[in-house]
């Protein structure tokens, strides 16, 4: 049996630019064993339980940089070590990155029926209207980082998703628990296209950190792949580190950016929005590189006059003649 626990950063605000939903897989025998390194990492460092926010929590009073709860009176030398020893304990179990980030103004730009088809993978019919979360992105997001991890189950094996339940009364912007089991009952039961659906198992669990120690490891994974698109990560040594995690290692994040986005939908029915080809030229380089810095091999040429990198969409059967030419990559199914 494997597991995927996920949680998510950003939502659907504006300011936060990018949502992303993102977790570990792994087999149960290895969820077993993190879990013993990452509560050692805990006990060893007097942390309750680790939340990204309250870690990043770092604001200036009287000229100086104040920290809060456990965190109070750490140097930057404590900070390293507290979550290099919680990397490691992910590292050392061997789980699997996975998830998907979306960005949010791009969603919006999207037909109701486009957004619809996006987050829900229920056949079109009569009902179709109440189908999917069309005004959350989260949902996309969330379906998109399901499939992806059944992907990684092995033939034969189940895979239970457990998501943070997000019960702070804080937090305005709750996903639907209802409304994310409906869409994932869809995923088993309707669509004959979803290829990993015999590896998902029957049912969609929403806890909390203290029942599962996973979600505080999907947690930093979560805050920190977000800040990595957004913002950037920084150039100290606990940013690089944190980066270096990001980029290498097993597993990765699929971005749902414009290119990404243009991708996925050449399967959509309902397509009618399409951007310019103009829209590309300055995302395609970065768009690749961060492939690349996932671990990635990636099939793209440079044009002569532009300098641009275009990816190509290539039959596997073309692959061994590219590589006779000089050209060397995998293909990158988005």
């Not at 680790?50 to 009287?62: A, N, V």
């Amino acid at each position: 049996m494997y597991k995927l626990l996920a949680d998510e950063s950003g939502l659907k605000a504006a300011e936060d630019k990018v949502c992303v939903v993102v977790g570990f897989v792994g087999s149960v025998e290895q969820w077993d064993a993190f879990n013993v390194a990452w509560k050692r990492v805990l006990d060893n460092f007097e942390v309750p339980v680790f939340h990204g926010l309250e870690f990043w929590d770092w604001h200036y009073k009287d000229g100086q940089i104040k920290r809060e709860g456990p965190y109070r009176g750490w140097t930057d030398e404590d900070d390293f070590a507290f979550v290099d020893a919680l990397l490691k304990a992910v590292e050392d179990a061997k789980l699997i990155k996975t998830g998907t980030g979306i960005v949010i103004e791009y969603f919006f730009e999207l037909t109701e029926d486009e957004r619809r088809w996006l987050t829900t993978s229920a056949l079109y019919g009569k009902d179709w209207g109440q189908r999917g979360k069309p005004n959350d992105p989260w949902f996309a997001a969330f379906q998109s980082t399901i499939l992806a991890a059944g992907a990684l189950v092995p033939i034969g094996e189940k895979l239970y998703p457990v998501f943070d339940i997000r019960n702070s009364p804080s937090r305005k912007k709750k996903p639907e628990q209802d409304k994310a089991r409906e869409i994932y009952a869809e995923i088993l039961n309707q669509s004959p296209s979803v290829k990993v659906r015999d590896r998902l198992g029957e049912s969609l669990v929403f806890g909390t950190r203290e029942q599962h120690l996973g979600l505080q490891a999907a947690d930093l994974l979560a805050n920190r792949s977000r800040v990595y698109v957004v913002d950037g990560l920084g150039d100290d040594k606990l940013s690089n580190r944190i980066g270096k995690f990001l980029e290498t290692g097993s597993g990765y994040t699929k971005m749902l950016n414009l290119r990404g986005l243009d991708l996925l939908l050449r399967g959509c029915p309902f397509r009618t929005t399409f951007w310019r080809i103009e829209d590309f030229k300055t995302a395609e380089p970065d768009y690749l590189e961060r492939m690349r810095g996932a671990g990635l091999g990636v099939v793209a040429y440079k044009g002569a006059r532009t300098g641009e990198y275009y990816a190509h969409h290539i039959k596997p059967t073309r692959i061994q003649k590219l590589k006779r030419l000089g050209v060397y990559g995998d293909l990158v199914y988005i």
